[in-house]
Each structure stands twice: as C-alpha cells, then as structure tokens.
C-alpha cells in the first residue's frame, strides 16, 4: 500500500539515495511494452534491471533473492530502489526510459501506464493459468485492465483483515475468538463492560494521516457487501456514498465512537500514530486488548521490542470475522504487483517468470525475515519465522476472496486525497459519516 510505503522506506532512505544514484546513471532509450532497449539494457545483454519502492530489510531480502535467481539464469539483475517510486517511475516512462521490469506498490498507478501501452499484456508472456491457479482468489483482479488483459502479478502479499492480541491477557481475561461481526461487536461490548478499552486504534500518519481509517471502511464494504460489490464500489460503478459504504461506515462507528470502546476516546484517533498505536495492549495490565492492522505491524518498529523477541508467547492473531458463522473470509490486502516493461528481452522474460511462481523467496530464506509474505497460497508456511506470521499466512491463504487495497486503487484525488481527508474531519467530530461519504464522492474525477 502506498501509505505503507511511506513509512518502510524511511528505515532505508540513506541506503536508498546511494544505491539510485549509482544505478541511475546510465542513460536509455526506447522501452515499453515492447521495446528492445529499456533502462540502459539490450535484448540478449544477460542484463535486466528491477525498479521498486522497497527500502530496509525489505530491500536487502529482495536483492538477495534476485541475485540467486540472477545466478541460476546466468543474468545480471540490477535493482533500482526509489524513496518516491510513484514520481520516478512517471519520469522515466515520460523519458522513455524505463526499467525492464517494475515492482509497482500500486494497480491504479500501473494500469495508467499499461493504457499508455508501456507494459507487456503477461497472458502472452507467463503461464496465467497456473498463476491464477496457486493465488488466493481475485488476487489478480486488480492487476486487470478494463480490457480483460493482465498487466502485473503480486509478487509480495499483505494481509490487512487481521485483528491481534495479547495473547496471555485475553486468554487470562476468559475472552474468546469471535466466529461472527455480531459476536466481534459483543467481545467488545463485554470488553468495555469490565473497564478497560477494548480497542488500541490510532490513524495519524504525518501527511498521510486517515489513512488507517480507510483500511476499517474498506474491510467493512468488502465483509458486509461482499467481493463484487466492492469491486463496483472502488470502481466507481456505484456511488461513494451507496448504503453499502454507509453501513460499512457505522459498523467502524459502533466500535470506535462508542465511549469507553478506545483507548484515549474517539477524537484521540487523528493524534495517535499509527505505528506505535497497539504498544498499550502490552502494558501490565494492558490498556487495550485488540488491534486491527496489516501483517507488517510485526516487524520492528511497531510492536515493543521485547514483545517481537518473544512473539508467539505474547501475540495472538485472529482473522476480521464474517457476516455469518461458518463462512470463510474474504481478505483485503495489499502488495507489490511486479510488471514488464521490455517484453522483447527473452532475459526479463525469464526473470519475470522466476519472480511469479511459489518458489520466488524460496532460494535465500526470504520469507524467514519476516518482512515479505509469498502471495501464492501454495507457498509453505512453515518457512515463516513464527507461529503468529504462520497463523496470518493460513488467514490469508485460506481466503474465500481477496481484495486489493481500495484507496490505492481509486483516483488519487479520492484515494489519498478527499478519502484520507474526510476521514479525519469525520473521526475527529467535525463532520458526520453522511457529509464526509457525500464530499469524497463529490471528489470524484469527472472523467
């Protein structure tokens, strides 16, 4: 997710400038969509150039597993990292100079530039079939472009319909899993009853703050309306304030402006940071029992440290729970959707192959960083570094559906414009949930 993004790369900034600076320098010339010559590189060089937005940890894991596949092919492959992936890669595909494959962390950004006839149509590139096959379903629905083709393939998975715990204080507490949304309502109803808050929930994230809000809406749409409905919806096919997205909007205001239901009270929300926002469901005694975030929550930098070191002990995770007991959830989600640009060069052909099938992370131990999820659900979760990572894994692989992200799919003037900002107006008390869905779909680009 683009807002996920703006905070995994802070760790890696000063890396990242050293390792752009250098890998940029060379000059190109025609790429896209089949060009022979893109980012510096020629068809038949054993050279292909990846561009992403990855930072850190992140970063060094994906550099060490494409240079075991570059290895394995006999290929130089030369990742590009960007702190600002968005405006360089606009840059370079307006120069004409674009890398030989892309790892993009947004579909709305990619499908623009596929519409340009930059990117390769993969259905002639890669064995689609078999891809779809191994992925959660609906994975590949926001990789699509109005004209049925397919222009990317995730090859990194987050999984945002988790809600976490304290493990030892809930079980301590005689609290149970919820099976239903109802029974979600009424552990935190049970919660609230005992005098303590049931929820940690923060949505302040500097210039990108609302943005966790829209993650609630989103699940909410996607649980209470179902898959298709909230493709319709981030499609603009329905509109922004439809009842769907109204009911969505009152079951996040019956847990989280209920007095008593969050720690520090409603209004708190827009001034506490989302990163750190869970650390008091591990006071002594806890402030807050439960937490819902995307799986990167578990890396360092958001929960306390002693807390990570002993992570299976003292976290517990459960998915976002359906409508209906029995049903399987779906998930929404997020990840980097890798695209081709040079689909000329049987080299990045061969690379792009390698980065989207079930053993893409399993040459250096990726997934045992714990900073990078497979997003095929034929991936062995045992190479996991934990239980909790391994119990999220099964969440999301067992999925009855899967969504992308919804605010990184819309326009950006919605999604991380009127989307975040509304928001904010309407979890701080300035406006109500009618007035804030009314003004985003107002918001909505005309063409």
Request: charged content about 20%.
């Amino acid at each position: 997710m683009a807002r996920w993004g703006l905070v995994r790369l802070v760790a890696g900034v000063a890396a990242v400038i050293l390792l752009t600076s250098g890998c940029l320098s060379g000059g190109g010339t025609s790429g896209g969509g089949g060009g022979g010559v893109s980012g510096g590189t020629k068809a038949g060089d054993k050279k292909v150039e990846v561009m992403t937005g990855f930072g850190g940890g992140q970063l060094k894991a994906l550099q060490a597993e494409t240079d075991a596949i570059g290895k394995e092919l006999g290929i130089t492959i030369t990742v590009v990292p960007s702190t600002d992936f968005n405006t360089l890669i606009r840059s370079r595909v307006a120069g004409n100079n674009t890398p030989d494959i892309a790892g993009f962390p947004q579909p709305g950004l990619m499908l623009d530039i596929a519409k340009q006839g930059k990117l390769a149509d993969l259905g002639t590139v890669l064995d689609m079939n078999t891809i779809k096959t191994n992925m959660i379903p609906g994975e590949l629905d926001a990789a699509t472009g109005d004209d049925g083709k397919v222009y990317g393939v995730p090859f990194s998975l987050n999984i945002k319909s988790i809600v976490f715990y304290n493990k030892p204080e809930f079980e301590k507490a005689g609290y149970t899993i919820p099976k239903t949304l109802d029974e979600l309502f009424t552990l935190t109803d049970k919660i609230r009853s005992s005098g303590k808050a049931p929820w940690c929930i923060g949505i302040e994230s500097g210039p990108a703050t609302g943005w966790p809000a829209t993650d609630w809406i989103e699940s909410f749409v996607l649980y209470e309306g179902g898959p298709d409905k909230y493709t319709q919806w981030i499609k603009h096919q329905i509109p922004f304030n439809d009842p769907i997205v109204k009911k969505a909007g009152e079951d996040f205001q019956k847990i989280a402006f209920t007095p008593g239901n969050v720690l520090g009270g409603q209004k708190s929300m827009v001034s506490t940071n989302f990163q750190t926002s869970a650390n008091p469901m591990f006071d002594s005694p806890p402030k807050c029992y439960l937490h819902r975030q995307g799986n990167f929550i578990t890396q360092k930098g958001f929960f306390p440290d002693k807390v990570r070191a002993n992570m299976d002990q003292q976290v517990g995770v459960f998915a976002l729970p359906p409508v209906q007991a029995g049903q399987a959830p779906p998930v929404l989600g997020g990840g980097d959707l890798v695209a081709l640009f040079n689909s000329k060069d049987d080299d990045a052909k061969k690379v792009m192959e390698a980065m989207t099938n079930d053993k893409f992370g399993t040459r250096t131990g990726y997934a045992k960083t714990g900073e990078w999820f497979s997003p095929y659900k034929t991936y062995d979760t045992s190479k996991y570094p934990n239980k909790v990572l391994q119990d999220i894994a099964k969440i999301g692989y067992s999925a009855s559906a899967f969504r992308f992200d919804g605010s990184d799919a819309m326009p950006g003037a919605v999604g991380t414009g009127s989307f975040w900002k509304e928001m904010v107006a309407w979890v701080g008390g300035q406006e109500n949930l009618d007035t804030a869905l009314k003004k985003i779909e107002d918001s909505w680009p005309k063409s």
